[in-house]
């Protein structure tokens, strides 16, 4: 078992590594804030790509999934939660983002464009002169459908690679982990994806996944490895500041943002905070949010172990079971954490109990429909200020625009979201 009381990256206390051990809710905050020099790797011109590829795919995707007038653009609202409280909260929509009501379209659309576009351009269907709508055509189906696609997942991230998958007509696998939800399962299956069900947790579905046989019409989408999904998601980066921008909010380091982000395997919340990262520097706080049973990050980051060694939650003696099925993870991306370790902020560890609330609770202030995953985020926001206010060297929070990254749960059935509350007002 690593050692996790010596802990290199953070000095974190004790206390805090019992309540973690005790599957108690945890706050960490970094000493400072971090700015742009904390970044770990170099993908800073792969994520200008992925925002042209994005772009290059607006009139394919409109043209495969559109319907009720969308443009094909993959970009959510950003607004003003109405209770008023300590400080100023924004939320940002992914939780009702296109086409797939979650923020793994960001990044798995984003790599299914990545693969087509590669197909594309091997099989001569897209030239220099080509436009990317050629990829939409019939004829452009009829080659995908000879290649595969595969991918691991609790749920959100099956669906996004999915949908886009099937909509070109790429042959698509879905590992799915044991947390998956039935409903997630069917709705691939409606697709015409296949779904491999797995009764182990969501690393051994990516590890189950990933030893599949492969060749050159064969593609395994890593959510544990992959730029191409790191980079999908870091573009919600720019579309977050441009938003801010028309809306006159000029975050500094006395005034900063504070962004927080549901984190499963950490590439989501992840890229986002690389993006974030390279805007604003330490004008940004971004702040992981994880359930107690699966701090899948916190272990890795207060471990301060290489990213290829990471520990897991199970070597904490957590047992990785929670109803947040999109943050059921017991082991980080190594790439998320070479990535970002030194970039996240703080750290936020919530139990059920209070991401159910708060999904009741954003139901009844905002009519906001949120999985548990998501509404890990608004929960976070009154527990991490009261943490930070007391901690030395950091700007007064009251002054901070607060963003909640609201992740997924505006297409939940009426029957899941039903049984959702049910379970939370049990609660009270
Ligand atoms: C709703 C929701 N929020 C957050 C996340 C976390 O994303 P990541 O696993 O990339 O950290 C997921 C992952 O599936 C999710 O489904």
Not at 228 to 234: T, V, W
Request: charge should be neutral; glycine fraction near 10%; aromatic fraction near 6%.
């Amino acid at each position: 078992m690593p050692d996790l009381l010596h802990c290199p990256a953070f000095h974190v206390p004790q206390n805090l590594l019992t309540s973690l051990r005790a599957g108690r809710p945890a706050i960490w905050v970094r000493d400072t804030i971090s700015g742009r020099t904390s970044l770990g790797l170099d993908v800073t011109d792969r994520i200008a790509e992925a925002a042209r590829r994005f772009g290059n795919f607006r009139g394919a995707l409109a043209t495969l999934l559109g319907g009720e007038g969308w443009d094909g653009a993959i970009c959510s609202r950003l607004t003003e939660w109405p209770t008023p409280g300590a400080a100023r909260i924004l939320v940002k929509q992914d939780h009702d983002l296109p086409v797939t009501g979650s923020i793994k379209a960001r990044g798995g659309i984003h790599e299914v464009l990545t693969y087509v576009e590669r197909i594309g351009r091997r099989e001569g269907l897209l030239g220099a002169e080509t436009g990317h709508a050629v990829l939409a055509t019939e004829s452009a189906r009829t080659v995908f459908s000879r290649y595969r696609i595969s991918v691991a997942s609790t749920g959100n991230l099956g669906y996004s690679v999915g949908l886009a998958g099937r909509a070109f007509g790429l042959d698509v696998t879905v590992h799915m982990s044991r947390d998956a939800k039935a409903w997630k399962k069917d709705r691939l299956r409606a697709l015409g994806a296949t779904v491999v069900e797995h009764a182990g947790d969501y690393g051994e579905a990516c590890a189950a996944a990933r030893a599949e046989p492969r060749d050159d019409f064969s593609h395994f989408v890593d959510d544990e490895n992959s730029p191409d999904l790191f980079c999908g998601y870091a573009v919600a980066a720019k579309e977050l500041a441009e938003q801010l921008s028309r809306q006159a909010i000029h975050p500094t380091p006395d005034a900063p943002l504070v962004v927080y982000l549901p984190c499963g395997v950490g590439g989501a919340p992840g890229g986002i905070t690389y993006g974030l990262k390279a805007i604003f520097g330490d004008s940004v706080v971004c702040v992981f949010v994880e359930p107690t049973a699966s701090p899948a990050m916190f272990v890795a980051l207060t471990s301060g172990a290489p990213a290829d060694a990471l520990p897991s939650v199970y070597d904490l003696g957590l047992d990785n079971r929670t109803l947040a099925d999109g943050l059921a993870v017991a082991r980080a991306s190594a790439l998320a954490v070479s990535a970002v370790r030194n970039a996240i902020d703080g750290m936020v560890t919530l139990s059920d109990a209070t991401m159910l609330k708060a999904s009741a609770d954003s139901w009844a202030a905002a009519g906001l429909r949120l999985e548990p995953s998501a509404a890990a985020a608004l929960a976070a926001i009154s527990h991490f200020m009261e943490r930070a206010q007391r901690a030395a060297g950091w700007p007064d929070l009251s002054r901070a625009t607060h963003i909640a990254w609201l992740t997924g749960g505006a297409r939940l059935p009426e029957s899941e979201w039903q049984k959702q509350m049910a379970a939370a007002r049990a609660l009270c």
